[in-house]
């Protein structure tokens, strides 16, 4: 069954409470985190009976390979909404809730809005910065849009959250350097050549780190892909895999010449590569610079050839160097993206603010329009020389004086700055005016 | 006043686009580079109207002494950047030029008199068509200069493996020697053209050539390096950073020709 999510800010008294329970890869393993994965079809499904069962108001499942996640706002009838969503997850995949022990973090309020903003930020993924939680988490928050499972608390978060994903990443260096080894030489060999558009590559070898450096190539749309190896078999296997053409072993110095990119990944105890066949590479190539890649281990390419003009040689230690000199960089710019993240809490802070500030002045003139009513009537009972000219001045003094005193609170609650101190203030209003106990 | 109210604010932009350059080169933003690219334009806007108006004061062209010149200078630099920019899609050299716009117009204002020379004789639109095209192919060379130090900068950071922020926003080493190859190329068509024009103003004006002027010498010269460069950067054993080296060194002579030749060796090229 379908269902709408509630509109808790058009409800009487606006409580905005958000909960997060989840798992991810550093609370389980990944043989842990595929049993609680949730497909498309049960994130909405999940969504669903959790406001079903009056769980949640609203709901957003994330799950992607390294985490899964299920976001809400809590029901009034759903006291300890973590609690609830912890023993539906269990129930939801058929897993004993021991083996989930210690496995599960729970954030509600701004604890929880923030782990939200970190994931978006791919502060709080395996790979520092990573873009792909961005776009995974647009998908899941569209699927549940569309599906009716979020609200306006709900949207607002996850719409901060895309926000806070985007200017991280674009107002910081987070997610912006290479990672891998094999991107990171396919990103190098981009600062020689530009857009490698109508560039060609030759790979040497079929090793696994070479073929993650070719599909690198291929999605940036390397011009001309050919493969050479000493079994041409292997060779032709990878070539027609990666949409390129095979070269036997043979040709391998007349075929040099040709690309801008070479990539080598030969088992080889001796040098493949020699200063001698690449410079005669370089000059049948006009001294255009030629970029090599070497992941051989032991290396393909001599040693000496890296002082050849307009060659530029990277091997797999170099590539391991800049990766890890990237890492360190991305990680000083935390600092920066929790910056980002903070500035948008104080958004959503203040939002929560204005609602939540608005309500309880309601819920304290409707308190205070009460207790006059029954006032001016007993007071008035015993007072028979009051015209009814009088009384109604007297209620319309009275009615103006509840105005006057709750005007100036209204205004610094509604404008006032620094909403995330005076959240724990309104919650003192409404205890000292026993604003809830009505409703209970 | 009023050109100095312009040169003022000319400055105040760029160093304005400066900064967007600068941040753009830091974080990458479509729109901050944008915005850097309008106050450029803005900008030289300005800097043509502040020497149009000079123009008018003195009723002839603005570069009539050192300081109209090299504000002509700074005015062509900007213009042939913003050019190439738009030519090549490339903003990571702006905050580089920008900053040297801001740099030779703060010097300028530093070093020169503001008040305006007396007038000079008007010497019609071949002359003006002579100094603007030469000093325009003196900007662009100055701005192959500034490519190609950034090419030889890249490169090395490239060999050391020692690859900071700066490196992986820079251009590629082959779109810096494709912009640098073409402001060479605008260079040379500016400067053949700007010869041609004085040669023929100076023969309409005595029935002869100063040939050997040393101003028309070092100008040959010029020309001489700047084509063994443009045949040099095509060649196997000079291509890449040999011909970067080889673009700098040559700059080297345009700033000689410009400041000591103009200043102590040439009789007809003195702008003080």
Known sequence: MTTTATNPIRAGAIRIRVALIGCNHRTAPVELRERIAFSSQQALQAADELRDRGILEEAVVISTCNRSELYGVPGDLAPSAAEAMEEYFTSFHRIPRGELEGRFYRWTGPDAVRHLFRVAAGLDSMLLGEAEILGQLRTAYNQALDHGATGPVLNRIFQGALEVGKRVRSETEVGARPMSVALAGVKLAERVFGNLKGHSALILGAGAVAEQVVEHMRNRGIGNLRVINRSFDRAAELAQRVGGEAVAWESLQSVLGTPDILVTSVSATGHVLTREMLERAIAARSGRPVFVVDLGVPRNVADNASGLYNLYLYNIDDLGEIVEQNKKARESEIPRAEAIIAEHIDKFEAWRGALEAGSIVNDLRDQFHKHRELIIREKLKDMADVSPQERDRIAHITEELIERLLEEPQEKLRHGRGMRGRLAGLEAIRHLFGLDEGKK | ?272
């Open chain 2, 1 to 272: 006043m009023t050109t100095h109210l312009l040169g003022v604010l000319s400055l105040a932009l760029y160093l304005a686009s400066f900064f967007f350059y600068a941040r753009n080169l830091y974080v990458p933003s479509l729109w901050i580079g944008r915005l850097a690219s309008l106050l450029l334009a803005a900008g030289i806007a300005a800097q043509y109207w502040e020497l149009y108006q000079r123009s008018l004061a003195l009723h002839t062209v603005p570069y009539d002494d050192l300081y109209g010149s090299m504000s002509l200078f700074a005015w062509l630099l900007g213009l042939t950047y913003l050019g190439l920019e738009v030519f090549h899609r490339q903003r990571a050299v702006g905050a580089f030029v920008t900053l040297l716009l801001v740099c030779w117009i703060v010097l300028l204002d530093v070093l020169m008199p503001h008040s305006l020379p007396a007038p000079s004789v008007p010497r019609g639109p071949m002359f003006a068509f002579h100094v603007t095209l030469n000093t325009w192919a003196y900007a662009a060379f100055a701005l192959s200069f500034v490519l190609s130090v950034i090419y030889l900068v890249q490169d090395r950071l490239l060999r050391s493996r020692r690859l900071g922020v700066p490196f992986w926003r820079f251009p590629a080493l082959d779109v810096l020697d494709r912009m640098a190859r073409s402001s060479v190329y605008v260079g040379l068509v500016a400067l053949g053209f700007g010869v041609a024009m004085g040669l023929a103003w100076e023969h309409r004006l005595s029935g002869g050539y100063s040939l050997g002027d040393p101003k028309v010498i070092i100008t040959v010269a010029i020309v001489g390096v700047y084509v063994a460069y443009l045949l040099l950067s095509r060649n196997a054993s000079w291509r890449g950073a040999r011909a970067a080296l080889l673009c700098s060194f040559n700059f080297l002579m345009v700033l000689f020709s410009y400041t000591f030749v103009n200043l102590y060796f040439t009789r007809f090229h003195r702008f003080l």
